[in-house]
């Protein structure tokens, strides 16, 4: 077997009394770009923050290249963009970019990463000075700046308008297609659904799925049937046969199912005005709600 870009093994983190990951197994081969999806405290930050080798497990093994991550071996082959990450000093965003650069053997241009990341014209300012958006575009230049062959993304796009969250999304497909590892944890499923090619769900520290986008959807194997009925009437539609949820807004009817064929025979066969039927794949967020749901104790 190939040596995996990172590797948990096993991996178990408490913090006191907590169990914030339990016995979690993961291996991301070199190229592949994985979301970690997950509810709030299901263990996201935890993971990545022992793949960078900043906590160590409690019991089992966090790998970069089959390495120790604290190594200065390994640290020079991943860059990470953290939540609420620290700047050190009273430094200029370049000045910040050119600290960073040092760290690593492969440095890429200051220019070069201060175009990526868009702050050209921000390059004299002091991170103060900076909206929380441009914050986040330093912390992903300080990522990229020693052109790392594994990048972490922790939630990158927490606070982002749309705008720059599809400029972010646009230099992580680049850096996707020029070979690199992306491990990036996210609420937004419609990122994963855009970024990766693999979707880890964790919950309360397990991994409960692991597979494309499209194979965690089918997991699940809802669909939506919308249409559109004058004075719908809630409590009809949700008494149909297979309807799991109902969602009415004036006339827009939004049915959520497992059994699309004898739900639509059924809607078909009663004498109502129903319009503009349209039947859809459950998107992800429906997989992910009902996986974490699943397996979570009643
Ligand atoms: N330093 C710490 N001390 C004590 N408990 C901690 C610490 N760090 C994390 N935890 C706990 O471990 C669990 C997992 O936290 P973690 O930050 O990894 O979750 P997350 O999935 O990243 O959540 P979020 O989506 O909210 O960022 C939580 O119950 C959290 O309270």
């Given amino acids: 077997m190939t040596t995996a870009a990172v590797e948990l093994r096993r991996a178990t983190k408490r913090f006191g009394p907590v169990q914030a990951l339990g016995e979690v197994s993961l291996r991301v081969e070199p190229g592949e770009v994985v979301a970690v999806l997950g509810p709030n405290g299901a263990g996201k930050t935890t993971a990545i923050s022992l793949l960078l080798g900043l906590r160590k497990p409690s019991s089992g093994t966090a790998r ?53 990341a868009r702050l ?92 494309t986008p499209a194979e965690i959807k089918a997991r699940v194997g809802g669909k939506h049937v919308r249409f559109r009925l004058a004075g719908a009437i809630p409590a009809l539609l949700a008494a149909l046969p297979g309807v799991d949820r109902v969602d009415v807004a004036g006339e827009a009817v939004n049915l959520y199912t497992r059994q699309a064929e004898d739900l639509l025979r059924a809607l078909l066969g009663t004498d109502w005005p129903v319009r503009d039927i349209e039947v859809t794949g459950a998107g992800l967020e429906e997989a992910f709600v009902e996986i974490t749901r699943e397996r979570s104790p009643a």
């Fill in 64 to 116: 970069v290249f089959g390495l120790d991550p604290r190594l200065p071996a390994s640290r020079a082959r991943i860059g990470a963009m953290l939540q609420d990450p620290d700047t050190p000093g009273p430094l200029r965003v370049r000045e910040l970019i050119e600290l960073f650069r040092r760290l690593y053997p492969r440095a890429l241009p200051a220019r070069e990463v201060l175009g990526l």
């Fill in 120 to 211: 050209q014209d921000k390059a004299d300012a002091y991170p103060a000075q900076l909206s929380g958006g441009q914050r986040q575009r330093l912390s992903f230049a300080l990522a990229i700046c020693g052109d790392p062959e594994v990048l972490f993304l922790d939630e990158p796009s927490t606070g982002l308008d749309v705008e720059a969250r599809h400029a972010l999304w646009e230099q992580v497909a680049r850096l996707a297609e020029a070979g690199k590892t992306v491990v990036l944890t996210t609420h937004n499923l419609e990122e994963a659904d855009a970024l990766a090619g693999r979707v880890v769900v964790l919950s309360r520290g397990r991994i409960v799925a692991d597979g």
